[in-house]
């Protein structure tokens, strides 16, 4: 990822000294901030839809289907479950941390730890 200049100081503001890490959130960036060791995942607005789709598939694949017997399943629809997820925002979803996003500049921020 590469940052400009002014996002990289609004990124400072926001969390102090970071360095960018070798893994991923759903796809989005990860940065170590230097405040208590903290983690943020970021990325551009589609990258973050992209992330909250890939959230919401995995939440679906290891903790609601495993629990509905296979008979069943055909019953579960899983686009509405989404849509009804979706009413928390998406940080409630990627922000492990607070649930919360902040906007730096052109960039969409969650911290995960």
């Known amino acids: ?32 901030g230097e405040y208590k060791n903290s983690e943020y995942a970021i990325g551009t607005d589609d990258e973050a839809e992209y992330a909250w789709e890939e959230s919401l598939d995995s939440y679906i694949d290891e903790c609601i289907l495993p629990e509905i017997p296979k008979f069943a399943r055909f019953y579960f629809n899983e686009e509405k479950w989404k849509s009804d997820a979706r009413h928390d925002g998406r940080g409630h979803s990627l922000s492990s941390y607070d649930g919360c996003e902040t906007y730096i500049g052109d960039l969409v921020m969650f911290r995960i730890n």
Do not use: P, S
Request: aromatic letters at 12%.
């Open 1 to 32: 990822m590469k940052l400009t200049y002014t996002e990289a100081k609004e990124l400072i503001n926001q969390i102090g000294r970071f360095e960018i890490t070798k893994y991923t959130h759903y796809g989005l960036t990860v940065i170590k």
